[in-house]
């Protein structure tokens, strides 16, 4: 419920319709302990990372994020960017297969533009880690997929609202159900409002190729036709500003809008957005898990085991309201995993490069 909900925290087990990995047997762990520091050697390895759309600033923060944990370790990361465009991001993996990395990161492609890449990647042996979002892997082509639960974000959002809203309430919905975690995430807020006794009155399936001017006319269209709709859901980040810009335009400032992840545009929002909220996670935590899944297997040869690292480094959520976000940053500040991760890399005598400061904001 709210009261837990408005902290930073670590909800444990796995949302309905979030398919996870088992973790390894007990005997498959991976022993951990003192060592001698700098005894333990690091291959050097080359890890091919495409982005989906690189212009996300969510997938920028994890790129970045990425990148100086695999520094630390001395390995090199060639990013590519498919710009959304299926044509692209198939050209980008399969010159990553032609290149013969050591590794395959894929920031939430869809198999479905990738699946020839896939496939001679998984006949090589290369490991395939697909970070921060949920994809379809009908080849069960992937080694791990980590991201934070979308199912418990959508949840945390109704909950939010459960609490704020006065009984009988309607709300508009804004949903993108072409994307599988975006799907969860919404299924899972339209299914807590109607179990508090919310009813959605009007849905709308957002155009991402034009996605400012739909927000604008959709949400006007949908107030315009519910006009005692209390609040506005959005299954996305991006749409945020265009609502409250909208709202503060036609002076419904009391509606609430509620929207995902801390990034410049949505906390510049916030300030002018008074009843704007985000629920927000650290994405780009799963940059430093997938560079930790490699390290071990490669120098220990430990199971891909994504149930695995998330047990050992779980994600928190938080809801973001104007009141609680920290001035002056452009993102929500969660812990710094990256320091996390190296001092228990330097505890396992691992020789490492030294660690650069974080690139997104921390605390």
């Known amino acids: ?167 009988g309430s309607t709300i508009v919905a804004q949903r993108l159900d072409g994307l599988l975690g975006v799907k969860i995430r919404a299924d899972a807020f339209t299914s807590g409002m109607d179990n508090y006794g919310f009813a959605t009155v009007a849905t709308h399936q957002m155009d991402v190729s034009n996605l400012v001017s739909d927000t604008i006319s959709s949400v006007r269209d949908q107030l315009t036709a519910n006009p005692k709709a209390a609040a506005v859901y959005s299954s996305i980040d991006s749409q945020f500003g265009p609502i409250c810009n909208l709202l503060n335009e036609r002076g419904q400032t009391s509606v609430k809008v509620l929207a995902m992840y801390t990034f410049p545009d949505t906390v510049k929002a916030l300030q002018t957005c008074p009843n704007g909220v985000i629920i927000d996670s650290p994405n780009w935590w799963t940059g430093w898990q997938a560079v930790d899944i490699l390290l071990h297997h490669w120098t220990k040869n430990a199971p891909f085991s994504a149930a695995a690292e998330t047990a050992k480094y779980p994600y928190p959520y938080v809801v973001v309201t104007r009141d609680t976000m920290p001035p002056d940053l452009p993102s929500y500040p969660f812990e710094d995993l990256g320091a996390t991760l190296y001092s228990a890399w330097k505890a396992e005598g691992y020789h490492l490069a030294p660690l650069a400061p974080p690139t997104v904001a921390t605390r």
Not at 35 to 45: G, R, T, Y
Not at 66 to 92: H, M
């Open 1 to 167: 419920m709210l009261a837990a909900a408005c902290t930073t925290s670590r909800p444990s087990g796995n949302a309905a319709g979030e398919p996870v990995a088992a973790a390894p047997a007990a005997a498959s762990a991976v022993p951990v302990g003192p060592a001698q520091p700098d005894s333990v050697p690091v291959p050097k390895k080359t890890i091919g990372l495409l982005q989906y759309v690189g212009a996300s600033y969510v997938q920028k923060q994890l790129t970045d994020e990425l990148v100086r944990a695999a520094t630390a370790l001395g390995w090199d990361v060639v990013v590519k960017d498919g710009q959304g465009q299926p044509a692209l991001i198939a050209a980008s993996a399969q010159a990553f297969v032609q290149s013969n990395v050591d590794a395959f990161v894929s920031i939430a492609n869809p198999p479905s533009a990738i699946q020839a890449s896939l496939q001679a990647f998984h006949d090589r042996g290369t490991p395939i880690i697909g970070v921060a979002g949920i994809v379809q892997d009908p080849g069960g082509f992937f080694d791990a997929i980590l991201r934070p639960s979308d199912a418990i974000q959508g949840a945390m959002a109704a909950d939010y609202l459960e609490e704020s809203l006065a009984p």
